[in-house]
């Protein structure tokens, strides 16, 4: 593997692992709360969606 490969296979790895820390601190704040509006479902069943599809990526570019 070309060492711009590697480096833009890291680059990539870390956003990924950034963006899915972001979405965790998101979802973790919602579940903190009594009480979710029917928006809030929404956000929060959008999160979690996308936080998993951040994981295969993740995983994905790993393997």
Not at 7 to 27: I, K, N
Not at 32 to 50: D, V
Request: glycine letters at 0%; aromatic letters at 2%; proline letters at 2%.
């Amino acid at each position: 593997m070309s060492t711009a490969i590697r480096v833009d296979r890291e680059a990539q790895l870390a956003e990924l692992t950034e963006e899915h820390r972001r979405l965790d601190d998101q979802v973790r704040e919602l579940e903190r709360r009594m009480a979710l509006t029917p928006a809030e479902q929404l956000e929060y069943s959008r999160l979690k969606k996308r936080k998993l599809l951040t994981k295969d990526r993740i995983s994905r570019l790993r393997a």
